[in-house]
Structures are given as C-alpha cells and as structure tokens.
C-alpha cells in the first residue's frame, strides 16, 4: 500500500476512512459511531486539534446519522491521541479502534475520580447497548510534571481498586482481552503497577506497554493511562 503525500487533515481523513471501510467488511452496518475504544498516534504536537476536529467531523458524518437516526443525546467516544517519535512509512496518523455491534445511544457511561497517593486516578468506563463489551480508561493524573511514586505498592493497590470498582459497575460477566499502557516517564513505576494488577483471570493477557515522553498539557495533563478492552 502507497502512501498518500498529503498534509495531515487529509492523512487523517484517508486513515478513518480507511477503518470505516474496514468496520464495514466486518460487519455490514458498523459505522465509527459503533467504535467503543479508539487510539490515535501522530509524529507532531501540533497535528492534534486537526487530528480531533477530522474525528469528529467524520462521527457526526451523513451516513452515521443516517444509520443511527442520530440523537443529539450520543455521546462521541474519547480519541486518545498519543504523540510518538515516528510511524510506519513515516505517516503522519494511525488509527487503533475497538468497535461493539449494538446501539450507541443506549451505551452506558461513566466518569470516576478519587484521590491517590500520587495525586488521583480518574477511570472512564463505556458498556456496549447489549453489554457484551466495555472499554475501560484508568489514568495516574500526578500533582507535579513526574510521577514520583515513593510507594509502589500503596499505588498499585489504589489502581486495583479502581479497576475492580469499575469491573463490578458493569455488572457483566466480562473479562480483560487487551490492554495498552501509555507512559510519560522513563525510567517509570507504571511498569511495576501494571504488573500487579489483577490482569491474569483467563485469558491471562499481556498488556501492550508504550513510552510516550511528551504530552500537549493544553490536551491532557501529564499523565500515565492504562486502557482495556472487556469482552464476554
């Protein structure tokens, strides 16, 4: 496959496209709405508010609209944009999505935030309509630039209890099948936390662990996210 030489609007244009048209060879009537998990990377800081706008163009697009009869009501899907030193074939966007077969206007969300040692955890929790999958989102927010973590353990607790606060608020009998962990600092304790999380009920998984040194603070405070994706 070629790569189109393009500025970054069209780039990313071409790239959601792309995995529109892929959601739709699945699945025939899978449109971005259905999307319940989507990851972004790109090479320049200064890509990420037309990154945002191009995704959010093409979710309200006529033809989601037309496929959901779009209610006013439904909530886009978080696109977590991560900026990364290179990509393949030196493009300027990727696109990572997850996408449930239900009706993403009777999803249910939830936002969680509670006090840490490092400073707080906030968790971001979508159920899919007929509840056979949910994406979750845990992120170490630290007071300061760095997380400076003294005790790991204390932490590691405080993150698994988030996780098993927000796996019994589903209320589904579902279990991890994938997990991303994106990090700002290296050398980083987040490896240690992921490692003593309650990750290993079948299937045991490996999560995918991605050191991201620079953040954009005007997007996202500097912080550490772990991601997972919950199937039946």
Request: proline fraction near 7%; aromatic fraction near 4%; charged fraction near 20%.
């Amino acid at each position: 496959m070629c790569l189109v030489k393009a500025g970054t609007s069209v780039q990313a244009q071409l790239s959601f496209s792309h995995v529109k048209k892929v959601l739709e060879a699945v699945i025939h009537n899978l449109t971005l709405a259905h999307v319940v998990q989507a990851h972004c990377y790109t090479t320049r800081h200064q890509d990420i508010g037309t990154i945002r706008a191009v995704w959010e163009s093409m979710l309200r697009g006529p033809e989601e609209k037309k496929e959901l009869l779009w209610e006013s009501e439904i909530k886009l899907v978080p696109l977590l944009i991560a900026v990364v030193p290179a990509l393949p074939k030196d493009a300027a966007v990727e696109l990572h999505v997850t996408a449930s077969n239900d009706d993403p206007s009777r999803r249910t969300s939830w936002d969680i935030t509670t006090k840490a040692a490092c400073g707080s955890i906030e968790c971001h929790i979508v159920l899919s309509a007929d509840r056979s999958s949910a994406s979750l989102s845990l992120s170490l927010v630290p007071c300061g630039d760095v997380l400076g973590i003294t005790d790991v353990k204390r932490i590691t607790e405080e993150v698994s209890t988030m996780f098993m606060k927000a796996t019994k608020m589903i209320e589904a009998e579902l279990v991890p099948q994938c997990a991303r962990v994106f990090y700002k600092c290296s050398p980083s304790p987040v490896q240690q936390i992921v490692q003593g999380m309650p990750l290993k009920t079948p299937p045991p998984i490996s999560p995918i662990i991605i050191h991201i040194p620079h953040f954009i603070p005007s997007v996202c405070n500097p912080r550490h996210r772990i991601c997972l994706m919950l199937c039946q």
